[in-house]
């Protein structure tokens, strides 16, 4: 296993502030571009990922549902998001037939496809988590096409590639001939970049780089937290994007803020932030960690509204990389945040629905924040008191379906004692 040294590190970032604008990035109204070595694409370092957009709302802000229960997306905010990408020079949006209910695809190919089709890169995945034969799979694979309303697939995933291990890997995509059937679809041309997306366990991200096949991408959860200090089931960034590099695979960032925990921290960790460059938002700092590597195709974050995206924008038009005293900062950042008892969930939604009616992400996230914002512990905070609700000695539905490994139940009892003792 290669070491990437804090030097080594900080060499790379100082190389990329040079290297990256002269070779490898190039600002266009402002936005910064990277190019995947591939294909030749020109991909805006931030990328839009589509699994956060807003929901249709009733008059009480309750999420309105279709015929089968499935919350709807607000399809006009979503327009208008894309719309504001498009024109400010995002160009990857990020999809998945699971996300958002399954109703992600269908929302977002009715916004891009108001574009021209050579103006965004769009992806899909094979989410085959419950039924993993080939019919099953197949049929998810075209849904995707009808859905996003395109007819080629840039970037296709094999999604979330390290849960359940080896055997569950060669389950869901060797014995059934899925990955055989891929190949021959990029071979045809209807997937111009085939890749993966990486959470579990480490023996199959090793793996990848055994199957003598050329992987066009691969997307790793790396942020400045996870570099060395990953939980759960994840690995330290440090060492899938170590080995990716010495592949020379192009790395697509995933939980680039950790599900939200890095864009709003203590003061305390504000103020090690601000004695270096003031002025500068918790998310900047986070995005401008990343946008220090190099071969890092894309960033990606999720945006649920106008603002959120206005401010991403302004950090990467253009991104600017972080100094030897920057990084520094952050390293000293990560350390303090590691001793704090975050809970690693990046709300990704795959938990839900959960029988009893808990918001399992929202609980979780809130959590964080208390601890991030250093916020007491409120006993009638009603997102916080969803965890009394938890069942798990006789559920336990959510824990399996978590690719990071959180242990759900367990920390639903903890918050529930949190919340008791700061009652009494």
Not at 303 to 318: A, V
Not at 409 to 414: D, S
């Amino acid at each position: 296993m290669k070491k990437y040294t804090l030097i080594s590190v900080i060499s790379a970032v100082l190389f990329s502030a040079i290297f990256l604008t002269s070779c490898g990035q190039q600002p266009e109204n402002n936005m910064t571009f990277r190019y995947n070595h591939n294909t030749g694409d020109r991909v805006a370092l931030l990328g839009f990922g589509m699994m956060r957009l807003p929901w249709l709302l009733d008059e009480d802000g309750v999420p309105k549902r279709d015929e089968l229960g499935r919350r709807i997306v607000d399809q006009e905010a979503t327009n208008r998001l894309v719309d504001k990408a498009i024109a400010n020079g995002i160009n990857f949006f990020d999809n998945a037939p699971m996300y958002l209910d399954g109703r992600n695809e269908y929302a977002v190919g009715i916004a891009l496809a108001r574009h021209p089709r050579n103006s965004f890169f769009v992806t899909s995945k094979l989410s085959n988590f419950r039924d993993c034969s080939f019919e099953a799979g197949k049929a998810m694979y075209l849904q995707s096409f009808e859905d996003l309303q395109v007819d080629v697939i840039d970037y296709y995933f094999l999604h979330s590639i390290g849960g359940g291990g080896l055997q569950r890997f060669r389950e869901r995509f060797i014995y059934n001939g899925m990955l055989d059937f891929l190949l021959a679809e990029r071979e045809a041309g209807r997937i111009r970049n085939l890749g993966w997306s990486f959470h579990g366990d480490v023996a199959v991200f090793d793996t990848m780089f055994e199957m003598g096949i050329h992987w066009d991408f691969a997307m790793i959860q790396m942020n400045y937290m996870d570099w060395q200090h990953a939980s759960g089931r994840n690995v330290n960034a440090e060492y899938l994007y170590g080995k990716l590099r010495e592949h020379n695979i192009p790395i697509i960032t995933m939980s680039s803020l950790r599900g939200g925990q890095l864009s709003n921290l203590s003061p305390v960790a504000m103020e090690v932030f601000d004695r270096v460059t003031p002025g500068r938002t918790a998310s900047e700092w986070g995005f401008r960690y990343l946008g220090s590597f190099d071969g890092i195709l894309t960033i990606l974050t999720g945006m649920s509204n106008e603002q959120q995206m206005r401010e991403n924008i302004e950090t990467f038009s253009p991104m600017v990389p972080l100094n030897t005293e920057e990084y520094a900062a952050v390293r000293e950042v990560a350390r303090i945040l590691n001793l704090a008892g975050f809970i690693n969930c990046t709300g990704c939604n795959y938990c839900l629905p959960c029988p009893f009616g808990i918001d399992i992400p929202a609980v979780l996230i809130e959590y964080n924040r208390h601890i991030t914002e250093g916020i007491p512990i409120d006993p009638n905070n009603p997102i916080l008191r969803q965890a009394a609700l938890c069942r798990g000695e006789v559920c336990g539905l959510c824990e399996p379906l978590c690719p990071i490994d959180v242990r759900i139940i367990r920390e639903l009892q903890r918050i529930e004692a949190l919340v008791d003792a700061a009652a009494r």
